[in-house]
Every structure is written in structure tokens, then in C-alpha cells.
């Protein structure tokens, strides 16, 4: 395979990745964001933990869809991440996932 034919796939996988969320965020209550995944839960835990030193934060979700490329099957139930590093958690507005009125279907 060719440099261009790589950064072709990498592009259709990325873009399928987004499409497919898209068509799951409105499942999701929360958008966890850790340094090295991204997250939709229904659950969504967060505790710090100090140790002698320093700290750390524990994270648990519950009923999620993990953005990851390489993974099989994004939809978990029960997720676990511990980190040093900042988590970023977003409570999803249903007013997102409304359809205008000009694209809602007639009923």
C-alpha cells in the first residue's frame, strides 16, 4: 500500500467513527473527555483520590460508547479510567439533539 492509499483508509475510518456518533450521542446523557480517550455515558462517577504525594481521579461510567477506531465494539457497559490528567465531563442538553422545525417529519 501506498502513503496515500493509508491516509485514504484513515480518513474513511475517522469519518465512519463520527458518523456513528453522531447517530449515538442523543442515547447519551454525558460527554467525558480524559488525555487519552473520549466517552458518552449514561452514568457518570468522578472521584479524587490522594495519596501521599499527589492525586489522582477515578472515573466511572456506566452504559457508554467509546470513540476509539481500533475498538470492535464502542458500546461497554461499565467503563473505569484512573488519571493524573484533566477530565473534562459535559451534561448533554436534550435542545441538541431536537430537529428543527424545518427538517422535523410531518406526523
Do not use: C
Not at 469519518?15 to 456518533?21: I, P, V, W
Amino acid at each position: 500500500m501506498e502513503e496515500d492509499e493509508f491516509e485514504d483508509y484513515d480518513r474513511e475510518v475517522e469519518l465512519a467513527l463520527y458518523r456513528e456518533y453522531r447517530d449515538v450521542v442523543s442515547q447519551f446523557k454525558y460527554v467525558i473527555e480524559t488525555e487519552r480517550r473520549f466517552y458518552l455515558a449514561n452514568g457518570v462517577d468522578l472521584v479524587r483520590r490522594d495519596t501521599e504525594h499527589d492525586f489522582y481521579f477515578e472515573i466511572t461510567m456506566n452504559d457508554v460508547w467509546v470513540w476509539d477506531v481500533y475498538r470492535s465494539d464502542r458500546f461497554v457497559k461499565s467503563v473505569r479510567v484512573l488519571t493524573f490528567k484533566d477530565v473534562n465531563i459535559e451534561e448533554l442538553s436534550t435542545r441538541d439533539f431536537e430537529l428543527p422545525k424545518e427538517l422535523a417529519l410531518d406526523e
